[in-house]
């Protein structure tokens, strides 16, 4: 019979109880509310804002080139001959006048030999003849020969002369084949593979004996689109271009500096574009002609820039836009166009003032339009030189 009366005195305290538990819930959660209703909502998030950049810049383009050598030499034979020596090492650096071939240099010897010979021989004739002619002019005044007979000798004598002449070029030709058996680097600069042996014959102005390119300094050639060859054909004209820099593929920026030395009296109609061309010191010959090169070339002047961070740039589909800070804290959406880039700044043609706030970290805790935040003042970074670089 006791734990018929039991269960139900037990069932009824755990009814009071779950009760209690419920109103003490309730009365929590009320006063939680209360609470928040009274300190109105959470903080607002801190953001870093830094105020626009205003200064003069020059923006700059970057184009593709390639490297080519200012000098490249076909080196042939000017006589005809057997190679006896290649006096160089393939791919070495050569200077003008030094020997590259030698060619079998007996039978032009010979023929050096032979026309100093004959301008000997036609000396001698020369003198006879003269003393000749001399002596007929003194037997004509006393009418010892007939005018015919002086006339006679002194032709003799002339013709004399222009055997000498004559006997003179011939050495001279002679001499100058015997010296066309050195082959010597007409520039300098770097030689190629001999594309001829020694034992080989070489044909004159026939066979290909090697290549010489020059590598100090190279030429740079790129082409530039129209709009903007012909903003730096203004800077240009204004005498407030700088050199160009310039970059190899696989380093990074562009650490060599060239200048700008032709322009293109045309433009191309194919392309629409304009040819450069920039000379670039290679003292230590590591650039190769052919190497493809990025030119980053001033293409236009600004008087008074607009740079913000990149970061500060958000993006909505095709459009951009800021969180700019006003004088009551809250951040306010601003539509801009931008222009050039330079590491982390970028320029803003339209959309902002001097004097803005633009929020440069901490746009993602921004959820709407007017929303308050409690902004931190940082500043921007300016870029050595002024200049900016990049795609539009």
């Not at 000749?132 to 032709?155: G, H, Q, T, W």
């Not at 034992?199 to 689109?225: C, E």
């Not at 589909?317 to 809250?330: A, C, H, I, K």
Request: net charge negative; charged share 25%; aromatic share 4%.
């Amino acid at each position: 019979m006791e734990s018929v009366n039991e269960g139900p005195v037990a069932g009824m305290g755990l009814y009071w109880g779950l009760l209690a538990l419920l109103a003490s819930a309730l009365l929590l959660a009320g006063c939680d509310a209360r609470e928040q209703a009274e300190g109105g909502g959470p903080p607002a998030p801190e953001v870093d804002v830094a105020e626009v950049l205003v200064r003069p810049a020059t923006l700059k383009e970057v184009f593709t080139g390639r490297l080519s050598a200012p000098e490249t030499v076909q080196l042939r034979s000017r006589v005809s001959g057997y190679i006896e020596e290649v006096a160089f090492e393939e791919g070495e650096r050569v200077e003008a006048g030094d020997l590259l071939f030698r060619i079998d240099a007996r039978p032009y010897q010979a023929r050096v030999d032979a026309a100093r010979a004959a301008l000997e021989q036609a000396r001698s004739d020369a003198r006879l003849a003269g003393l000749e002619a001399d002596r007929a002019r003194k037997l004509l005044d006393s009418r010892a020969i007939s005018r015919e007979e002086f006339d006679r000798r002194e032709a003799a004598r002339l013709g004399a002369r222009a055997r000498v002449a004559e006997a003179k070029a011939s050495l001279i030709s002679a001499e100058l084949d015997l010296s066309y058996t050195r082959v010597t680097a007409p520039v300098t600069g770097r030689a190629g593979r001999a594309l001829v042996t020694k034992g080989n014959l070489a044909s004159a102005d026939q066979t290909l004996l090697t290549t010489v390119v020059s590598v100090d300094p190279l030429h740079v050639y790129f082409d530039s689109n129209e709009s903007d060859a012909l903003n730096a054909q203004r800077l240009m004209n204004e005498g407030k271009a700088p050199s160009v820099a310039v970059g190899m593929s696989g380093e990074s920026g562009f650490p060599h500096a060239g200048r700008l030395d032709f322009v293109d009296n045309q433009m191309n109609p194919d392309t629409g574009t304009l040819r450069y061309r920039a000379v670039l010191p290679n003292p230590n010959g590591i650039f190769k002609p052919g190497q493809f090169a990025r030119v980053e070339m001033p293409v236009a002047r600004l008087e008074q820039a607009i740079l913000i961070s990149r970061k500060a740039v958000l993006t909505d589909q095709d459009r951009r836009y800021v969180y700019v800070v006003g004088e009551d804290n809250t951040a306010a959406r601003r539509a801009v166009k931008t222009g050039r880039e330079l590491d982390d700044l970028v320029v803003v043609r339209e959309g902002l003032e001097p004097g803005d706030r633009v929020i440069v970290n901490g746009t993602q805790k921004v959820f709407m339009p007017g929303m308050p935040v409690q902004p931190n003042t940082v500043s921007l970074d300016e870029p050595a030189g002024g200049d900016l670089a990049g795609q539009p």
